[in-house]
């Protein structure tokens, strides 16, 4: 096995790593947040904002 290799390589490796966290981090959050919104919107007495989150869900 050429461990050289892995070595030059760890730089990107590391920084693909990284970046795959700050992804899953940004889409977390993202997704709790729309998340939250729709709830919202659904719990929500005024019937057009209760209306869309129903046809888009089913």
């Known amino acids: 096995m ?4 892995i070595a ?5 490796l590391l920084e693909g790593a ?6 899953t981090a940004v889409s ?3 997704g709790i947040i ?3 919104l729709v709830a ?3 719990l929500s007495g005024m019937r057009r904002c209760a209306g869309w989150p129903r046809l888009t869900l089913n």
């Open 40 to 42: 919202l919107a659904r």
């Open 8 to 12: 030059e390589s760890m730089p990107y």
């Open 2 to 5: 050429d461990f050289q290799l």
């Open 18 to 23: 990284r970046l795959t966290l700050i992804i």
């Open 34 to 36: 729309i998340g939250t």
């Open 28 to 30: 977390l959050l993202a």
